[in-house]
Protein backbone atom coordinates (compact mmCIF):
# COMPACT_ATOMS: atom_id res chain seq x y z
CA UNK A 1 0.00 0.00 0.00
CA UNK A 2 1.18 3.64 -0.48
CA UNK A 3 2.40 5.64 2.27
CA UNK A 4 0.05 8.05 3.38
CA UNK A 5 1.68 11.29 4.40
CA UNK A 6 -0.45 12.90 7.67
CA UNK A 7 1.01 16.25 8.93
CA UNK A 8 -1.06 18.58 11.31
CA UNK A 9 0.50 21.47 11.16
CA UNK A 10 -0.68 23.63 14.48
CA UNK A 11 -2.29 27.16 14.32
CA UNK A 12 -1.01 29.59 16.72
CA UNK A 13 -2.72 32.48 18.19
CA UNK A 14 -0.04 35.50 18.58
CA UNK A 15 -0.30 38.22 21.19
CA UNK A 16 0.25 41.75 22.13
CA UNK A 17 -1.40 43.34 18.62
CA UNK A 18 -5.26 44.11 17.79
CA UNK A 19 -4.41 44.44 14.15
CA UNK A 20 -6.16 41.54 12.84
CA UNK A 21 -7.49 42.62 9.49
CA UNK A 22 -4.06 43.37 8.10
CA UNK A 23 -3.02 39.91 8.50
CA UNK A 24 -2.25 38.26 5.15
CA UNK A 25 -4.43 34.82 5.52
CA UNK A 26 -4.26 32.31 3.10
CA UNK A 27 -7.30 31.81 1.14
CA UNK A 28 -9.12 28.51 2.32
CA UNK A 29 -12.01 26.21 1.08
CA UNK A 30 -15.16 27.45 2.63
CA UNK A 31 -17.11 25.20 5.18
CA UNK A 32 -20.59 26.84 5.28
CA UNK A 33 -22.64 24.07 5.82
CA UNK A 34 -22.95 21.25 8.41
CA UNK A 35 -22.35 18.57 5.45
CA UNK A 36 -19.11 21.25 4.23
CA UNK A 37 -17.60 19.89 7.67
CA UNK A 38 -19.03 16.46 8.49
CA UNK A 39 -17.63 15.55 4.80
CA UNK A 40 -14.06 14.73 5.64
CA UNK A 41 -14.74 12.50 8.62
CA UNK A 42 -17.55 10.74 6.05
CA UNK A 43 -14.21 10.12 3.69
CA UNK A 44 -12.35 8.70 6.60
CA UNK A 45 -14.45 6.68 7.94
CA UNK A 46 -14.96 5.43 3.73
CA UNK A 47 -11.30 4.87 3.39
CA UNK A 48 -10.41 2.95 6.62
CA UNK A 49 -13.81 0.69 6.05
CA UNK A 50 -12.49 -0.17 2.30
CA UNK A 51 -8.93 -0.92 4.12
CA UNK A 52 -10.12 -2.46 7.73
CA UNK A 53 -13.31 -4.96 6.67
CA UNK A 54 -16.97 -4.34 5.58
CA UNK A 55 -19.02 -2.14 7.55
CA UNK A 56 -21.94 -3.53 9.67
CA UNK A 57 -23.51 -0.55 10.24
CA UNK A 58 -24.85 0.00 6.30
CA UNK A 59 -24.61 3.54 7.03
CA UNK A 60 -21.12 3.93 5.11
CA UNK A 61 -21.04 5.71 1.91
CA UNK A 62 -18.65 4.12 -1.35
CA UNK A 63 -15.46 3.59 -0.21
CA UNK A 64 -13.32 6.20 -1.24
CA UNK A 65 -10.18 6.07 -3.53
CA UNK A 66 -6.70 6.45 -2.19
CA UNK A 67 -6.17 9.53 -4.40
CA UNK A 68 -9.15 11.30 -3.12
CA UNK A 69 -8.13 10.80 0.26
CA UNK A 70 -4.80 12.14 0.07
CA UNK A 71 -5.68 15.08 -1.91
CA UNK A 72 -8.55 15.30 1.40
CA UNK A 73 -5.75 15.52 3.77
CA UNK A 74 -3.37 17.58 1.43
CA UNK A 75 -6.22 20.15 1.73
CA UNK A 76 -6.35 19.86 5.45
CA UNK A 77 -2.07 20.18 5.57
CA UNK A 78 -2.37 23.23 3.57
CA UNK A 79 -5.06 25.25 5.62
CA UNK A 80 -3.40 24.85 8.74
CA UNK A 81 -0.81 27.32 8.86
CA UNK A 82 -2.57 30.58 9.36
CA UNK A 83 -1.80 32.88 12.40
CA UNK A 84 -4.41 34.93 13.86
CA UNK A 85 -3.82 37.63 15.95
CA UNK A 86 -5.06 38.84 19.63
CA UNK A 87 -4.57 40.97 22.23
CA UNK A 88 -3.06 39.28 25.48
CA UNK A 89 -6.03 39.67 27.36
CA UNK A 90 -7.70 36.81 25.23
CA UNK A 91 -4.76 34.09 25.32
CA UNK A 92 -6.11 32.51 28.30
CA UNK A 93 -8.78 31.58 26.46
CA UNK A 94 -7.31 31.20 23.00
CA UNK A 95 -5.14 28.67 24.30
CA UNK A 96 -8.20 26.34 24.41
CA UNK A 97 -8.45 26.24 21.10
CA UNK A 98 -4.47 25.37 20.85
CA UNK A 99 -4.82 22.80 23.09
CA UNK A 100 -7.47 21.05 20.76
CA UNK A 101 -5.06 21.43 17.95
CA UNK A 102 -2.12 19.99 19.48
CA UNK A 103 -4.07 17.04 20.39
CA UNK A 104 -5.91 16.46 16.74
CA UNK A 105 -2.41 16.79 15.44
CA UNK A 106 -1.15 13.74 17.65
CA UNK A 107 -4.13 11.41 16.94
CA UNK A 108 -3.67 12.26 12.78
CA UNK A 109 -0.58 11.05 13.25
CA UNK A 110 -1.74 7.38 15.18
CA UNK A 111 -4.36 7.13 12.00
CA UNK A 112 -0.93 7.56 9.90
CA UNK A 113 0.96 5.01 12.07
CA UNK A 114 -2.15 2.77 11.56
CA UNK A 115 -2.31 3.18 7.46
CA UNK A 116 1.55 2.89 7.45
CA UNK A 117 1.27 -0.81 9.63
CA UNK A 118 3.18 -3.53 7.80
CA UNK A 119 1.50 -6.38 9.52
CA UNK A 120 -2.41 -7.28 11.15
CA UNK A 121 -1.11 -7.68 14.80
CA UNK A 122 1.01 -4.43 14.42
CA UNK A 123 -2.23 -2.38 12.95
CA UNK A 124 -4.36 -3.96 15.73
CA UNK A 125 -1.90 -2.88 18.20
CA UNK A 126 -2.02 0.71 16.84
CA UNK A 127 -5.75 0.97 16.60
CA UNK A 128 -5.91 0.27 20.37
CA UNK A 129 -3.48 2.73 20.95
CA UNK A 130 -5.63 4.86 18.95
CA UNK A 131 -8.68 4.80 20.79
CA UNK A 132 -6.89 4.40 24.57
CA UNK A 133 -6.01 8.18 23.11
CA UNK A 134 -9.34 9.39 21.79
CA UNK A 135 -11.07 8.60 25.20
CA UNK A 136 -8.81 10.31 26.93
CA UNK A 137 -8.54 13.05 25.12
CA UNK A 138 -12.04 13.11 24.03
CA UNK A 139 -13.74 15.57 26.84
CA UNK A 140 -11.08 17.80 25.61
CA UNK A 141 -11.34 17.93 21.93
CA UNK A 142 -14.97 17.81 22.31
CA UNK A 143 -14.88 21.44 23.70
CA UNK A 144 -14.93 22.84 20.21
CA UNK A 145 -19.03 21.98 20.63
CA UNK A 146 -19.60 24.94 22.87
CA UNK A 147 -15.74 26.40 23.09
CA UNK A 148 -17.32 29.59 21.36
CA UNK A 149 -20.28 30.67 24.31
CA UNK A 150 -18.04 30.17 27.15
CA UNK A 151 -18.51 33.08 29.39
CA UNK A 152 -15.35 34.94 29.86
CA UNK A 153 -14.96 37.96 32.21
CA UNK A 154 -12.31 40.48 30.52
CA UNK A 155 -11.01 43.96 32.42
CA UNK A 156 -14.27 42.83 34.37
CA UNK A 157 -16.88 42.61 31.77
CA UNK A 158 -17.77 39.02 31.33
CA UNK A 159 -18.94 38.09 27.47
CA UNK A 160 -18.45 34.83 25.32
CA UNK A 161 -15.61 34.14 23.64
CA UNK A 162 -17.34 34.64 20.41
CA UNK A 163 -18.45 38.09 20.94
CA UNK A 164 -14.63 38.63 22.65
CA UNK A 165 -13.23 37.66 19.52
CA UNK A 166 -15.26 40.04 17.04
CA UNK A 167 -14.86 42.98 19.37
CA UNK A 168 -11.14 41.98 18.87
CA UNK A 169 -11.22 42.01 15.13
CA UNK A 170 -13.51 45.16 15.39
CA UNK A 171 -16.10 43.21 13.72
CA UNK A 172 -14.30 43.23 10.57
CA UNK A 173 -16.35 40.54 8.05
CA UNK A 174 -13.81 39.05 6.49
CA UNK A 175 -11.93 38.39 9.45
CA UNK A 176 -14.49 36.89 11.10
CA UNK A 177 -15.28 34.53 8.59
CA UNK A 178 -11.61 33.73 8.11
CA UNK A 179 -12.16 32.87 11.80
CA UNK A 180 -15.03 31.01 11.49
CA UNK A 181 -13.51 28.67 8.46
CA UNK A 182 -10.10 28.01 10.70
CA UNK A 183 -12.69 26.82 13.62
CA UNK A 184 -15.36 24.80 11.65
CA UNK A 185 -12.00 22.59 10.05
CA UNK A 186 -10.85 22.17 13.48
CA UNK A 187 -13.86 21.05 14.14
CA UNK A 188 -14.08 18.88 11.00
CA UNK A 189 -11.13 17.40 11.75
CA UNK A 190 -12.11 16.60 15.24
CA UNK A 191 -15.73 14.55 13.50
CA UNK A 192 -13.26 12.70 10.95
CA UNK A 193 -11.48 11.37 14.28
CA UNK A 194 -14.82 10.63 16.28
CA UNK A 195 -15.80 8.78 13.11
CA UNK A 196 -12.67 6.96 12.56
CA UNK A 197 -13.05 5.89 16.59
CA UNK A 198 -16.70 4.61 15.81
CA UNK A 199 -15.24 2.30 13.13
CA UNK A 200 -12.52 0.43 15.34
CA UNK A 201 -14.82 -0.11 18.10
CA UNK A 202 -16.25 -3.39 18.88
CA UNK A 203 -19.69 -1.74 18.99
CA UNK A 204 -19.90 1.34 16.48
CA UNK A 205 -22.69 4.01 17.32
CA UNK A 206 -21.89 5.57 13.96
CA UNK A 207 -25.06 6.53 13.26
CA UNK A 208 -25.85 8.54 16.76
CA UNK A 209 -22.40 9.99 16.42
CA UNK A 210 -23.00 11.32 12.80
CA UNK A 211 -26.52 13.05 14.56
CA UNK A 212 -25.09 14.54 17.35
CA UNK A 213 -21.92 16.14 15.41
CA UNK A 214 -24.47 17.81 12.76
CA UNK A 215 -26.37 19.38 15.70
CA UNK A 216 -23.65 20.25 17.36
CA UNK A 217 -22.48 22.02 13.96
CA UNK A 218 -25.51 23.39 13.32
CA UNK A 219 -25.54 25.25 16.50
CA UNK A 220 -21.55 26.55 16.22
CA UNK A 221 -23.51 28.00 12.49
CA UNK A 222 -26.35 29.94 14.32
CA UNK A 223 -24.02 30.69 16.72
CA UNK A 224 -22.09 32.54 14.18
CA UNK A 225 -24.56 33.72 12.48
CA UNK A 226 -25.98 36.03 15.64
CA UNK A 227 -22.96 37.10 16.16
CA UNK A 228 -22.08 38.58 12.62
CA UNK A 229 -25.70 40.06 12.26
CA UNK A 230 -24.76 41.86 16.16
CA UNK A 231 -22.00 43.11 13.92
CA UNK A 232 -23.87 44.08 10.83
CA UNK A 233 -26.17 46.18 13.18
CA UNK A 234 -22.98 48.19 14.10
CA UNK A 235 -22.18 48.96 10.49
CA UNK A 236 -23.07 53.19 10.77
CA UNK A 237 -21.29 53.21 13.74
CA UNK A 238 -18.32 51.19 12.82
CA UNK A 239 -17.86 52.38 8.91
CA UNK A 240 -18.07 56.70 10.52
CA UNK A 241 -15.55 55.83 13.01
CA UNK A 242 -12.96 54.58 10.26
CA UNK A 243 -14.10 57.71 8.12
CA UNK A 244 -12.95 60.10 10.72
CA UNK A 245 -9.69 58.12 10.87
CA UNK A 246 -8.54 56.80 7.07
CA UNK A 247 -7.39 59.38 5.30
CA UNK A 248 -5.76 57.90 2.11
CA UNK A 249 -9.42 57.35 -0.04
CA UNK A 250 -7.96 54.14 -1.45
CA UNK A 251 -6.95 52.55 1.92
CA UNK A 252 -10.13 53.84 2.93
CA UNK A 253 -11.99 51.82 0.13
CA UNK A 254 -9.91 48.89 0.84
CA UNK A 255 -10.65 49.20 4.43
CA UNK A 256 -15.04 49.30 2.86
CA UNK A 257 -14.79 46.40 0.98
CA UNK A 258 -12.49 44.12 3.55
CA UNK A 259 -14.23 44.88 6.85
CA UNK A 260 -18.00 45.35 5.29
CA UNK A 261 -18.47 43.04 2.19
CA UNK A 262 -22.25 43.09 2.81
CA UNK A 263 -22.42 46.95 2.46
CA UNK A 264 -21.56 48.61 -1.13
CA UNK A 265 -19.56 51.71 -0.27
CA UNK A 266 -17.93 54.06 -2.79
CA UNK A 267 -15.36 56.59 -1.95
CA UNK A 268 -15.26 59.96 -3.84
CA UNK A 269 -11.89 62.01 -3.25
CA UNK A 270 -12.29 65.96 -4.79
CA UNK A 271 -9.01 68.26 -5.08
CA UNK A 272 -9.99 70.47 -8.27
CA UNK A 273 -13.10 71.86 -9.86
CA UNK A 274 -15.93 70.58 -9.42
CA UNK A 275 -19.82 70.93 -8.55
CA UNK A 276 -21.81 69.03 -5.43
CA UNK A 277 -25.05 68.97 -4.73
CA UNK A 278 -25.25 66.75 -1.39
CA UNK A 279 -28.59 65.83 0.43
CA UNK A 280 -28.07 67.65 4.14
CA UNK A 281 -30.55 64.95 5.89
CA UNK A 282 -29.15 61.68 4.68
CA UNK A 283 -27.62 59.29 7.29
CA UNK A 284 -25.92 57.01 4.26
CA UNK A 285 -23.38 60.32 3.10
CA UNK A 286 -20.54 60.60 5.23
CA UNK A 287 -18.28 63.90 4.43
CA UNK A 288 -15.13 65.89 5.30
CA UNK A 289 -13.59 68.84 4.07
CA UNK A 290 -9.34 68.97 4.40
CA UNK A 291 -7.29 71.71 3.19
CA UNK A 292 -8.78 72.37 -0.69
CA UNK A 293 -10.11 68.53 -1.16
CA UNK A 294 -13.27 67.05 0.01
CA UNK A 295 -14.17 63.22 0.69
CA UNK A 296 -17.62 61.45 0.72
CA UNK A 297 -18.58 57.61 1.42
CA UNK A 298 -21.58 57.22 0.08
CA UNK A 299 -23.69 53.73 1.45
CA UNK A 300 -26.08 52.34 -1.14
CA UNK A 301 -29.08 50.33 -0.20
CA UNK A 302 -32.66 49.58 -1.27
CA UNK A 303 -33.66 52.85 -1.07
CA UNK A 304 -31.43 54.20 -3.33
CA UNK A 305 -31.41 51.90 -6.26
CA UNK A 306 -31.67 52.96 -9.32
CA UNK A 307 -34.79 52.21 -11.88
CA UNK A 308 -34.47 54.99 -14.61
CA UNK A 309 -32.92 54.58 -18.17
CA UNK A 310 -30.03 55.62 -19.37
CA UNK A 311 -31.96 57.77 -22.03
CA UNK A 312 -33.69 59.82 -18.76
CA UNK A 313 -30.33 59.84 -17.37
CA UNK A 314 -28.49 61.72 -20.31
CA UNK A 315 -31.70 64.20 -20.76
CA UNK A 316 -31.48 65.54 -17.43
CA UNK A 317 -28.03 65.58 -16.96
CA UNK A 318 -27.52 67.24 -20.40
CA UNK A 319 -29.85 70.38 -18.90
CA UNK A 320 -26.89 71.24 -16.34
CA UNK A 321 -24.61 73.68 -16.65
CA UNK A 322 -21.20 73.51 -15.17
CA UNK A 323 -20.92 77.46 -14.90
CA UNK A 324 -24.78 77.73 -13.96
CA UNK A 325 -24.11 75.08 -10.98
CA UNK A 326 -25.74 76.63 -8.27
CA UNK A 327 -29.08 77.74 -9.67
CA UNK A 328 -29.91 74.75 -11.67
CA UNK A 329 -30.24 72.57 -8.60
CA UNK A 330 -34.37 73.59 -8.27
CA UNK A 331 -34.63 72.62 -11.73
CA UNK A 332 -33.03 69.48 -11.44
CA UNK A 333 -34.92 68.19 -8.59
CA UNK A 334 -38.10 68.55 -10.56
CA UNK A 335 -36.61 66.66 -13.32
CA UNK A 336 -36.11 63.61 -10.67
CA UNK A 337 -39.25 64.27 -9.19
CA UNK A 338 -41.55 63.59 -12.47
CA UNK A 339 -39.35 60.45 -12.45
CA UNK A 340 -40.75 59.13 -8.67
CA UNK A 341 -36.76 59.78 -7.45
CA UNK A 342 -35.16 62.27 -5.07
CA UNK A 343 -31.76 63.34 -5.64
CA UNK A 344 -29.70 62.13 -2.95
CA UNK A 345 -26.20 63.37 -4.68
CA UNK A 346 -24.66 64.94 -7.54
CA UNK A 347 -21.30 65.56 -8.64
CA UNK A 348 -20.02 67.29 -11.86
CA UNK A 349 -16.85 67.94 -13.08
CA UNK A 350 -14.10 68.68 -16.25
CA UNK A 351 -12.84 65.95 -17.50
CA UNK A 352 -9.47 67.56 -17.88
CA UNK A 353 -9.79 68.19 -13.79
CA UNK A 354 -10.13 64.20 -13.35
CA UNK A 355 -6.30 64.07 -12.37
CA UNK A 356 -7.13 65.83 -9.25
CA UNK A 357 -10.22 63.19 -8.25
CA UNK A 358 -10.27 59.65 -6.91
CA UNK A 359 -13.13 58.29 -6.97
CA UNK A 360 -13.43 54.57 -5.78
CA UNK A 361 -17.11 52.83 -6.71
CA UNK A 362 -18.21 49.13 -5.15
CA UNK A 363 -18.85 46.81 -8.29
CA UNK A 364 -22.32 47.03 -6.91
CA UNK A 365 -22.66 50.57 -6.68
CA UNK A 366 -25.79 52.62 -7.33
CA UNK A 367 -24.16 55.38 -8.88
CA UNK A 368 -24.95 56.23 -12.45
CA UNK A 369 -21.43 58.46 -14.43
CA UNK A 370 -22.67 60.27 -17.34
CA UNK A 371 -20.44 62.02 -19.59
CA UNK A 372 -21.83 65.31 -21.43
CA UNK A 373 -20.44 67.83 -23.38
CA UNK A 374 -20.88 71.95 -23.43
CA UNK A 375 -19.09 74.41 -25.32
CA UNK A 376 -16.36 71.87 -26.30
CA UNK A 377 -15.34 71.05 -22.79
CA UNK A 378 -16.93 67.40 -21.39
CA UNK A 379 -17.99 67.24 -18.14
CA UNK A 380 -18.39 63.93 -16.14
CA UNK A 381 -21.57 63.50 -13.60
CA UNK A 382 -22.07 61.05 -10.78
CA UNK A 383 -26.14 60.90 -9.11
CA UNK A 384 -27.24 58.87 -6.34
CA UNK A 385 -30.64 58.79 -6.09
CA UNK A 386 -33.34 57.39 -3.61
CA UNK A 387 -36.79 55.88 -4.62
CA UNK A 388 -39.84 57.79 -3.36
CA UNK A 389 -42.78 56.37 -1.60
CA UNK A 390 -45.26 55.09 -4.36
CA UNK A 391 -47.52 57.95 -5.11
CA UNK A 392 -46.03 60.52 -3.16
CA UNK A 393 -44.10 63.71 -4.22
CA UNK A 394 -40.91 65.06 -2.94
CA UNK A 395 -41.05 67.80 -0.84
CA UNK A 396 -37.07 68.45 -1.20
CA UNK A 397 -36.11 72.23 -2.10
CA UNK A 398 -32.65 73.61 -2.53
CA UNK A 399 -32.72 74.23 0.78
CA UNK A 400 -32.11 70.55 2.04
CA UNK A 401 -29.19 70.56 -0.06
CA UNK A 402 -25.48 71.20 0.60
CA UNK A 403 -24.14 73.18 -2.42
CA UNK A 404 -20.46 73.14 -3.25
CA UNK A 405 -19.19 74.53 -6.20
CA UNK A 406 -15.09 74.74 -6.51
CA UNK A 407 -13.44 76.25 -9.26
CA UNK A 408 -9.74 75.78 -9.88
CA UNK A 409 -7.99 77.02 -12.90
CA UNK A 410 -6.78 74.27 -15.40
CA UNK A 411 -3.27 74.13 -15.68
CA UNK A 412 -2.31 75.46 -19.54
CA UNK A 413 -0.44 72.61 -21.26
CA UNK A 414 2.67 75.40 -22.69
CA UNK A 415 4.63 72.92 -25.04
CA UNK A 416 1.86 73.10 -27.44
CA UNK A 417 0.82 76.63 -29.30
CA UNK A 418 2.26 79.42 -28.02
CA UNK A 419 4.36 80.20 -25.21
CA UNK A 420 3.80 83.28 -23.11
CA UNK A 421 7.01 85.12 -24.43
CA UNK A 422 5.73 84.79 -27.86
CA UNK A 423 2.80 86.04 -27.01
CA UNK A 424 4.09 88.61 -25.36
CA UNK A 425 6.50 89.99 -28.56
CA UNK A 426 3.20 89.20 -30.84
CA UNK A 427 1.07 91.93 -28.28
CA UNK A 428 4.04 93.65 -28.23
CA UNK A 429 4.81 94.17 -31.54
CA UNK A 430 1.81 94.86 -32.62
CA UNK A 431 0.90 97.73 -30.45
CA UNK A 432 4.48 99.33 -31.52
CA UNK A 433 3.05 99.51 -34.80
CA UNK A 434 -0.42 101.27 -34.22
CA UNK A 435 1.71 104.08 -32.49
CA UNK A 436 4.20 104.25 -35.53
CA UNK A 437 1.14 104.62 -37.52
CA UNK A 438 -0.74 106.92 -35.41
CA UNK A 439 2.14 109.09 -35.41
CA UNK A 440 2.56 109.12 -39.51
CA UNK A 441 -1.18 110.11 -39.70
CA UNK A 442 -0.43 112.97 -37.67
CA UNK A 443 2.37 114.18 -39.40
CA UNK A 444 0.18 113.56 -42.70
CA UNK A 445 -2.43 115.92 -41.68
CA UNK A 446 0.22 118.65 -40.23
CA UNK A 447 1.29 118.96 -43.56
CA UNK A 448 -2.12 119.43 -45.45
CA UNK A 449 -2.82 122.34 -42.75
CA UNK A 450 0.39 124.49 -43.79
Known amino acids: MKTLQLFYTVLVFSILTSKTADAVLPVLPILGTAMDVISFGLDVHSFFDSILGDDETQSTPAPVDYDRIINRISERIEMSTETIVFKIELQA ?42 ERHKTEMYKVKSLLTFSVDVSGISNTLLSLIANELKCGMTSLEE ?31 LSSWRTAIESLFDDMKVQKNECKGKFFELVTEDFSLINDPSKLFENNQNRYPYRETDVLYLSGSYCVWSLKAYDKILKKVKDNTM ?48 LVFWLMYPQEQAAGFQIFLDQNSTARTITTESEGTKYTTIVYLRAQEPGTNSTLTTSDFDVKFHEEAVSVDESSGLKTWQLGVIIGGSVLVVIILIVILCKCCCRRRY
Open 179 to 209: FQNYYMTLVSDVVALALLNERLSEKSLYNQT
Open 93 to 134: YISELRTVALTVKQLLAEMEDIIKAKSKDTREELQRRFRDNF
Open 295 to 342: TFVLISGEDNAQSITSEQFQKIVSEAKFGNCINDIGKIISFYDVLGKD
